[in-house]
């Protein structure tokens, strides 16, 4: 992973479990990198913790944080590529659009040969697939899942078919997103889903199920975890996270960013992701939430489990790390999954930050604030995105 948190798997993990928000304001070099006069429109967000030595250009980050976490996760899995059937492993990693820092650069001002090719493969969206893949020398299935804020989860579940079908044993699978950018911050400004910052700290604005909460700041990350087939860890020894039980896709289509005040789709994919999944209210031990803090978002999640949980909702610890790491958009997905992973793995509940004055209408365990000890065995995944998108995952621990 790489976060706002930090620049690797465990010093993120550490930031989202403390509930302290990364979200701040952008220094003025943070504001050129991205072509934004700060004395015109001063940004507030989460950007991302690269290791040292990585490349810091705005361009490029999106590369390098994809390359940094597909890294990680391979060492982690205890992956050497020399064993790899390289005609059976696979890359999944999706983001919400290519980099906005490389079109601007294209734009503002004439640049050599090279460095155009270079900034125009960065700007689509395929270019960190296609790094993971050319870095690996990889040729399996590449694909790109696009689905707004829900493309980190189903970029995993895409992954999953790809197992599932026959076509891999071994999968890159993840998301990346870096839209830290003025363009994007006046779109959803004018959307009215950005949290208004009312004071000089930015970091208190992000407010998921609070009374008090307006919308989101955007942040920047990636995650990539591996996904096998499990005779394949099985034949070599390694122990995973976790077993994949079921994913689910659904759809909103009220509109771009308002949703079904029943929230029947919601309803649906979640009965249906447990369905698949052979599992009950009952077997789920943590719920990780998509948790914008827009007022309408976070009504439409509570209800939608409400709808199918039932009274058992109550006893099942939730929380969303929106608050923490900021929105990563296209990003979200998959960092969120991978810290489910993390939080089953250490038997913690990572905290909701800055829940302090609960919304009566939102009426779940959020896990507000603190970190708590729960032993998880089975956790469920959300993430929803605008105009629609709807996606579930379930897993079941592997380690207990």
Request: hydrophobic share 40%; charged share 20%; aromatic share 6%.
């Amino acid at each position: 992973m790489v976060t706002p948190c930090g620049a690797d798997r465990e010093t993120s993990w550490r930031g989202m479990l403390t509930g302290q928000s990364a979200i701040r304001w952008l220094t003025p070099d943070e504001h050129q990198a991205r072509d934004c006069d700060i004395h015109r429109t001063q940004l507030a967000g989460a950007p991302a913790i690269l290791s040292a030595g990585a490349d810091r250009s705005f361009a490029f980050s999106m590369d390098a944080m994809a390359r940094s976490a597909a890294n990680e996760a391979l060492e982690d899995a205890d992956i050497l590529l020399r064993d790899l059937d390289r005609e059976r492993t696979g890359v999944v990693v999706g983001t919400s659009k290519g980099s906005l820092g490389a079109w601007q650069q294209l734009l503002r001002q004439p640049a050599e040969a090279d460095v155009q090719r270079e900034l125009w493969r960065a700007g689509w969206s395929n270019s960190p697939a296609l790094c993971l893949a050319s870095d690996y020398q990889l040729h399996g299935p590449v694909l790109v899942p696009v689905a707004a804020c829900a493309t980190g989860l189903l970029s995993i579940c895409r992954g999953v078919q790809l197992i599932q079908n026959g076509q891999c044993d071994v999968v890159l699978a993840g998301s990346v997103d870096d839209s830290l950018s003025e363009i994007l911050w006046a779109s959803y400004r004018r959307l009215g889903v950005l949290a208004r910052v009312k004071e000089t700290d930015p970091s208190q604005a992000c407010r998921p199920f609070d009374r008090d909460r307006q919308g989101f700041l955007m942040g920047s990350g990636a995650g990539v975890v591996i996904l096998e087939r499990w005779e394949h860890a099985v034949a070599r020894g390694h122990q995973p996270y976790a077993e994949w039980l079921a994913g689910a896709m659904a759809s909103d289509s009220t509109a771009l960013t308002q949703v079904a005040p029943d929230a029947a789709g919601l309803t649906r994919l979640i009965t249906d992701v447990l369905r698949r999944g052979e599992s009950t209210p009952q077997d789920l031990d943590y719920i990780n939430l998509h948790g914008t803090g827009t007022r309408d978002n976070d009504r439409y999640e509570t209800l939608g489990i409400r709808n199918v949980l039932g009274s058992a909702a109550d006893g099942i610890p939730c929380s969303s790390l929106k608050g923490t790491i900021g929105h990563l958009l296209g990003g979200a997905g998959s960092v969120e999954f991978a810290a489910t992973l993390l939080a089953m793995r250490d038997g913690f509940v990572p905290p909701t930050a800055n829940l302090t004055r609960p919304d009566p209408e939102c009426d779940l365990d959020y896990t507000p604030l603190t970190a708590r000890p729960h032993t998880i065995r089975t956790a469920l995944k959300l993430s929803l995105g605008f105009g629609g998108h709807l996606v579930a995952g379930l897993v079941r621990n592997c380690r207990l």
